[in-house]
């Protein structure tokens, strides 16, 4: 194998070490830079630049081959990204495609991946609600995975310090199961869904209906434009990325702010094979990274390195880190490194329509997407026989159609003058799984990829308390759809794959014993304390939120720590 | 006049202008280029008259000039299975053969409802139709930017 290494090992030294360029990835670069450290960002994917790398983002419908379509040949190649909602013509780029990055499922399991600088930040469904104490105390209350380390008030400065840089669009609602944050201003729910949110606050008083929260400029502040971002356009397109960078990514937000200090280097094409560790100095001294292109390997070296490879490829990256010190991967002294993965059970929808307020329309597009409900099922206390709880989502549309039956000037003409129908509903759950050892990745110990790394093998599961918790779910949603009046009811419990809810989580758990988990409180390993693990990965239970916010802040909140302890001298 | 003297005189009239819109220089194929699937330029015109029946011109183009026919086309090349390839392919072989000029609407509508050929030449044609630069710039304005949501707008009933 070439070797890259000639370049003197002093202009491959930085500060700090950054894997991965995704959401969390962005914010450990962006708070590490800021705080003067020299640091060097590493992505495995190909460049993509605000505005600059979106080819797609300013076309209009017909200049879409077909029409958004993805072509038959494709879908066949690629079954497990075609699955995803936002594989379409105007964003398949920037999906992983299935051939190209092999993996082996010894259960199904749909992993979604964005290999690029920003990563799935350009795809993300900017959906970003806090997590409450009744998701930090949830596994000691209910005796499932271990505690986590932190609670709320660890947490809330941070969430504080993103929310604001991000921009979050979202109402003050006063709910200790979410908490309040800096929010810009809410986006409102339309006519049906504050109808069925009143309904509900009559009739099953726990039960909220609130604006979601997202991260979308609703109202721009001078923070953004000094980001050089603006405010959010309503367009509702933002999976082809923003031009008005009206939604937070990577590319729009951390990681221009991140170069402006000048201590930024982004490598693109950098696949990162190992962290390498010194056995006199007990530290992490650097990583291994294999040129995507050239497939030269390249050492660089660092006082503190983030791991923020996405959550599965943290753990494939962790495993595959071996030494005599660990021979089962850095930092898996616990040996839990790969197992506890859990993820968000998207597996039951319901629908219906509705035949009130008939005259009221909506105009132009919410980039909120409409309503969501917190998780109302066993917050106080444990009241059904399967553990936890789930979010929903709640939205309410009315489009126009027209008759599409019969032929020529008939057809032509009722095709000209669509009609507005009644109001339809919809919910779609998200809810909380139960880490266990039983769901977990491993390294396969013959397949490697073309970059010589081993091929990884998922074995995720659902279980009885998921099925249990779908049939709730459908039946609770069902009696609150039916009470507000809404018809034609259908229920769609159509189970999908683990891991198309993109919010795998785990592997890589928080804890407060170094014998059951391999992070501590500050996101910092147990075993090497110059190693940082704050994307999906650390997640010791996935409650109901969509987790990207979270790791926003606690990667910001790690990076304080590991810059005030390597002033120190600690670290 | 017999249907072939029929076909072959409006393929001298459109096929004039198919060639002059084409790349290729085999007047007997299509004027697009297809990877999957091959189409004379006998099939597009049959196409073309097709979709003109279905969306036909009027005081605003119709699927002819609005190449719809070509969108079908490309659509049958690029998204379907094999299988509702030749099921397409062997429809239009039917209308070759069954379909007098100028009947279009009749032959259409006797075919029955789960008729492949006839599925997917309207549902193409209607979507190609809608969401066409002509459609969305002038009849159903299509907003890139709306720059707006207001979830409660007061209409008449």
Request: aromatic letters at 12%.
């Given at each position: 194998?070439?070797?890259?290494?000639?370049?003197?090992?002093?202009?491959?030294?930085?500060?700090?070490?950054?894997?991965?360029?995704?959401?969390?990835?962005?914010?450990?670069?962006?708070?590490?830079?800021?705080?003067?450290?020299?640091?060097?960002?590493?992505?495995?994917?190909?460049?993509?630049?605000?505005?600059?790398?979106?080819?797609?983002?300013?076309?209009?419908?017909?200049?879409?081959?077909?029409?958004?379509?993805?072509?038959?040949?494709?879908?066949?190649?690629?079954?497990?990204?075609?699955?995803?909602?936002?594989?379409?013509?105007?964003?398949?780029?920037?999906?992983?495609?299935?051939?190209?990055?092999?993996?082996?499922?010894?259960?199904?399991?749909?992993?979604?991946?964005?290999?690029?600088?920003?990563?799935?930040?350009?795809?993300?469904?900017?959906?970003?609600?806090?997590?409450?104490?009744?998701?930090?105390?949830?596994?000691?209350?209910?005796?499932?995975?271990?505690?986590?380390?932190?609670?709320?008030?660890?947490?809330?400065?941070?969430?504080?310090?993103?929310?604001?840089?991000?921009?979050?669009?979202?109402?003050?609602?006063?709910?200790?199961?979410?908490?309040?944050?800096?929010?810009?201003?809410?986006?409102?729910?339309?006519?049906?869904?504050?109808?069925?949110?009143?309904?509900?606050?009559?009739?099953?008083?726990?039960?909220?209906?609130?604006?979601?929260?997202?991260?979308?400029?609703?109202?721009?502040?001078?923070?953004?434009?000094?980001?050089?971002?603006?405010?959010?356009?309503?367009?509702?397109?933002?999976?082809?990325?923003?031009?008005?960078?009206?939604?937070?990514?990577?590319?729009?937000?951390?990681?221009?702010?991140?170069?402006?200090?000048?201590?930024?280097?982004?490598?693109?094409?950098?696949?990162?094979?190992?962290?390498?560790?010194?056995?006199?100095?007990?530290?992490?001294?650097?990583?291994?990274?294999?040129?995507?292109?050239?497939?030269?390997?390249?050492?660089?070296?660092?006082?503190?390195?983030?791991?923020?490879?996405?959550?599965?490829?943290?753990?494939?990256?962790?495993?595959?880190?071996?030494?005599?010190?660990?021979?089962?991967?850095?930092?898996?002294?616990?040996?839990?490194?790969?197992?506890?993965?859990?993820?968000?059970?998207?597996?039951?929808?319901?629908?219906?329509?509705?035949?009130?307020?008939?005259?009221?329309?909506?105009?132009?597009?919410?980039?909120?997407?409409?309503?969501?409900?917190?998780?109302?099922?066993?917050?106080?206390?444990?009241?059904?026989?399967?553990?936890?709880?789930?979010?929903?989502?709640?939205?309410?549309?009315?489009?126009?159609?027209?008759?599409?039956?019969?032929?020529g000037e008939k057809l032509k003409n009722s095709l000209l003058n669509p009609q507005l129908g009644n109001w339809g509903v919809g919910s779609h759950m998200m809810g909380e799984t139960i880490p266990k050892e039983s769901n977990y990745v491993v390294l396969d110990d013959k397949q490697v990829d073309d970059w010589g790394t081993p091929l990884l093998k998922i074995s995720v599961d659902y279980d009885e308390n998921d099925k249990k918790m779908v049939k709730d779910y459908l039946d609770t949603m069902e009696e609150m759809f039916d009470y507000a009046g809404f018809t034609n009811i259908k229920r769609n419990d159509k189970w999908q794959a683990p891991g198309l809810d993109i919010h795998e989580m785990g592997g890589v758990r928080m804890g407060r014993d170094p014998k059951t988990s391999v992070l501590n409180g500050w996101n910092q390993m147990h075993d090497v304390p110059n190693v940082f693990v704050t994307d999906g990965a650390c997640m010791t239970s996935t409650s109901t939120q969509n987790p990207s916010l979270t790791y926003m802040a606690l990667s910001a909140r790690s990076v304080d720590y590991a810059v005030k302890e390597l002033k120190k001298g600690n670290i | 006049m017999n249907r072939r003297t029929a076909i072959k005189q409006l393929f001298i009239v459109a096929g004039g202008i198919v060639i002059a819109s084409s790349c290729s220089t085999d007047s007997n194929s299509a004027s697009i280029q297809l990877n999957q699937i091959k189409l004379k330029a006998s099939d597009e015109l049959l196409l073309s008259n097709l979709v003109e029946a279905i969306i036909p011109e009027t005081d605003s183009p119709g699927g002819k000039t609005m190449n719809l026919h070509l969108f079908v086309m490309k659509m049958l090349d690029d998204c379907y299975s094999e299988a509702d390839q030749q099921a397409f392919l062997q429809g239009l072989e039917k209308a070759h053969k069954n379909l007098k000029v100028g009947n279009e609407v009749t032959y259409l509508s006797a075919l029955p409802e789960d008729d492949v050929f006839k599925n997917i030449l309207k549902r193409r044609t209607i979507q190609g139709y809608l969401n066409s630069e002509y459609v969305m710039k002038n009849k159903l304005v299509y907003e890139l930017v709306p720059a707006r949501y207001d979830g409660a707008v007061k209409i008449e009933a």
């Open positions: 194998m070439a070797n890259l290494n000639i370049v003197s090992e002093k202009e491959r030294t930085y500060d700090a070490i950054v894997v991965g360029s995704g959401i969390s990835g962005g914010w450990s670069a962006k708070e590490l830079c800021e705080r003067g450290l020299k640091t060097l960002v590493l992505e495995r994917g190909r460049d993509v630049q605000h505005v600059k790398d979106y080819p797609t983002t300013n076309l209009y419908p017909w200049e879409f081959e077909h029409r958004g379509e993805i072509p038959h040949q494709m879908k066949e190649e690629n079954p497990v990204v075609s699955r995803c909602y936002a594989f379409r013509e105007d964003a398949a780029h920037f999906f992983v495609k299935d051939k190209e990055h092999p993996y082996i499922q010894a259960k199904p399991f749909d992993w979604i991946r964005g290999y690029q600088v920003g990563g799935k930040s350009l795809l993300w469904a900017r959906q970003t609600q806090r997590w409450s104490d009744f998701d930090f105390e949830g596994p000691l209350r209910d005796g499932f995975a271990v505690d986590w380390p932190i609670r709320y008030a660890d947490l809330k400065p941070w969430y504080d310090h993103v929310e604001r840089f991000a921009g979050i669009a979202g109402d003050r609602d006063g709910l200790a199961e979410l908490p309040d944050g800096e929010f810009l201003p809410g986006y409102p729910l339309n006519v049906v869904e504050k109808y069925f949110k009143q309904k509900m606050e009559t009739q099953y008083p726990g039960r909220k209906v609130i604006s979601a929260r997202c991260a979308h400029i609703s109202k721009v502040q001078p923070i953004h434009l000094e980001q050089g971002r603006g405010q959010c356009q309503n367009r509702t397109l933002c999976q082809r990325g923003c031009p008005f960078g009206g939604y937070f990514s990577s590319n729009a937000s951390t990681l221009p702010w991140a170069a402006k200090t000048g201590n930024m280097t982004l490598r693109p094409d950098s696949v990162v094979h190992s962290v390498l560790y010194d056995e006199d100095k007990k530290r992490a001294i650097g990583v291994r990274v294999i040129d995507r292109n050239t497939k030269e390997e390249i050492d660089f070296f660092a006082k503190v390195i983030f791991v923020n490879a996405a959550a599965i490829n943290t753990n494939l990256l962790l495993l595959n880190s071996k030494s005599n010190r660990f021979p089962n991967g850095i930092g898996n002294d616990s040996e839990t490194i790969g197992k506890y993965i859990a993820f968000h059970n998207y597996s039951a929808r319901i629908s219906a329509s509705y035949d009130g307020y008939l005259d009221f329309k909506t105009d132009g597009r919410n980039p909120a997407g409409g309503g969501y409900i917190p998780r109302f099922r066993n917050l106080y206390r444990q009241e059904t026989d399967f553990l936890r709880g789930y979010a929903a989502g709640f939205s309410a549309y009315r489009s126009s159609g027209s008759d599409q039956s019969g032929y | -």
